[in-house]
């Protein structure tokens, strides 16, 4: 089994230092930067906010890392210790060392990480596989979160045809001119094309070897294990899944849920609709 890596030193030098210019750029308020060992690998994460207080804990999508939620910091850390997380084997300021093969063990890695963090009642927030990770975390490891907020989560249909569409066209729509963007970004529905810096580190990650496991679909059984407060917020014009049979499957197989379809919103539901999702965050954790 591989572990994810750039492909060479010249790649990942190129990339760290987009990565700090754009860190620099996103998130210039106070932050501590945390470097934290675990069985597979170093995981780097920048906490904020108050000293004191359940944290909120950021998981990315795939591809990303914690400069996804630069434009939710301010809002979330001045009502929470927040935690923003480079998930290890993305490409970010994390360090993998050992392979992660399936949802265990990334349940096992962030449980690890939650434990060097001391944190035991986490409001965890999971975009996309993110929001995987988290839900594995929750089946394998009960016990150190108190409640999940999940956005477009994986894990509840295959990646098909539409999926693989959506972001190729984003990639291209991406790669336009800026001016031509905002246009094509409707075309295509997804915003996330709007965040140039972001697209500009992404570009820079060219030379990352993503191997991560993709995501299979959660089992009736292993939904039914899920026991903490959850709000699954799903975009409903998702290209990952039909929105509206994720959440009848969730009502029917998760009493402890509650979930939301959110009208005009796609799988880039974080940038679709950021004060509803900010909203809804904090009223997740009890603001």
């Known amino acids: 089994m591989r572990i994810s890596q750039f492909k060479n030193d010249q790649a990942r030098d190129r990339f ?5 210019r754009t860190l620099a750029q996103l998130w210039p308020g106070e932050r501590t930067a945390l470097d934290l060992p675990t069985a597979f690998g170093t995981t780097r994460v920048y906490r904020t906010g108050p000293q004191h207080g359940e944290p909120i804990v950021l998981l990315p999508g795939s591809g990303g890392n914690a400069l996804m939620w630069h434009r939710y910091i301010d809002t979330l850390a001045r009502r929470r210790p927040v935690i923003a997380v480079d998930t290890v084997g993305e490409p970010g300021a994390s360090v993998q060392s050992a392979p992660i093969g399936d949802g265990r063990d990334g349940a096992a890695w962030l449980d690890e990480l939650l434990a060097a963090l001391d944190v035991t009642d986490a409001q965890v ?10 839900l594995n975390h929750q089946i394998h ?3 150190r979160v108190a409640s999940l907020t999940l956005l477009d989560p994986a894990g509840f249909a295959g990646f098909g045809p539409r999926f693989y569409a959506w972001l190729i066209a984003g990639g291209l729509a991406a790669a336009a001119p800026r001016p031509l963007r905002p246009r094509l ?6 915003s996330t094309v709007l965040e140039g810096e972001l697209m500009g580190l992404m570009r820079a990650s060219m030379g990352f070897r993503r191997a991560l496991p993709v995501p299979p679909v959660f089992s009736d059984e292993e939904l039914r294990r899920l026991s903490v407060p959850a709000l699954f917020l799903l975009g409903a014009r998702s290209a ?3 929105s509206r049979e994720v959440a009848d ?8 849920a509650r979930v939301e379809v959110v009208p005009g919103a796609g799988h880039a539901l974080p940038t679709d609709r950021p004060d509803l999702v900010a909203d809804r965050i904090l009223h997740a954790v009890g603001r």
């Open 141 to 143: 490891h009960p016990g």
């Open 249 to 256: 499957r969730i009502g029917g197989l998760v009493p402890s």
């Open 240 to 242: 990952l899944h039909d």
């Open 125 to 134: 927030v999971g975009c996309s596989y993110g929001g995987w990770l988290a």
């Open 16 to 20: 760290q230092a987009a990565y700090e």
């Open 185 to 190: 970004a409707r075309l295509v529905g997804n």
